[in-house]
């Protein structure tokens, strides 16, 4: 414990300054070289697949799916929040994932019927299958801004 430690200390009057990095602006032959991002910026963006979000197909789902109203609640079931997700295969195949306001729902039995009815209708998709889940629980804050103005909650 009692082992002294030294500092050494060194005066310096300059220091050299760093290597300053350089960019050759032009090859051998003068040319300039083709600026990486002419390519970046002439692409043009990659489309989406119709299953994707923002193809014709999921879109349209969408679509048919803020066609639906609750019976109780003047407002449709995608901005109710009710619908959980969107899954689109290439062959056409979708699958809804929804809930309920609560298991007692009066349309419990009719409505995932009426959106697999109503999903199945849209050009592009084979076949619909709906599932209902009630994991998690719907609560108001899964509804979207303009279905809680359209309640009066905003």
Same mark, same amino acid.
């Given at each position: /414990?009692? *082992? *002294?430690?030294?500092? +050494?200390?060194?005066?310096?009057? =300059?220091? !050299?300054?760093?290597?300053?990095?350089?960019?050759?602006?032009?090859?051998?032959?003068?040319? #300039? #070289? #083709?600026?990486? @991002?002419? %390519?970046?910026? =002439?692409?043009?963006? !990659?489309?989406?697949?119709? %299953?994707?979000?923002?193809?014709?197909?999921?879109?349209?789902?969408?679509?048919?799916?803020?066609?639906?109203?609750?019976? *109780?609640?003047?407002?449709?079931?995608?901005?109710? %929040?009710?619908?959980?997700?969107?899954?689109?295969?290439?062959?056409?195949?979708?699958?809804?994932?929804?809930? @309920?306001?609560?298991?007692?729902?009066?349309? !419990?039995?009719?409505?995932?019927?009426?959106?697999?009815? #109503?999903?199945? +209708?849209?050009?592009?998709?084979?076949?619909?299958?709906?599932? @209902?889940?009630?994991?998690?629980?719907?609560?108001?804050?899964? /509804?979207?801004?303009? !279905?809680?103005?359209? @309640? %009066? /909650?905003?």
């Amino acid at each position: /414990m009692s *082992e *002294e430690v030294k500092i +050494a200390v060194e005066e310096v009057s =300059t220091v !050299a300054a760093p290597p300053k990095a350089r960019v050759d602006e032009a090859d051998a032959s003068g040319e #300039r #070289r #083709r600026d990486y @991002l002419d %390519g970046f910026l =002439t692409a043009k963006p !990659a489309e989406p697949a119709q %299953g994707e979000p923002g193809g014709s197909v999921y879109d349209g789902i969408i679509e048919a799916l803020k066609d639906i109203y609750d019976p *109780e609640i003047p407002v449709n079931i995608y901005d109710l %929040g009710l619908i959980y997700g969107v899954d689109v295969t290439d062959d056409g195949h979708a699958v809804v994932t929804m809930t @309920l306001t609560t298991p007692h729902c009066p349309v !419990a039995e009719s409505m995932p019927a009426e959106v697999e009815l #109503r999903v199945g +209708a849209v050009p592009g998709v084979g076949d619909a299958e709906v599932n @209902l889940v009630w994991d998690p629980p719907w609560d108001p804050a899964k /509804m979207s801004d303009e !279905a809680k103005l359209e @309640l %009066g /909650m905003l």
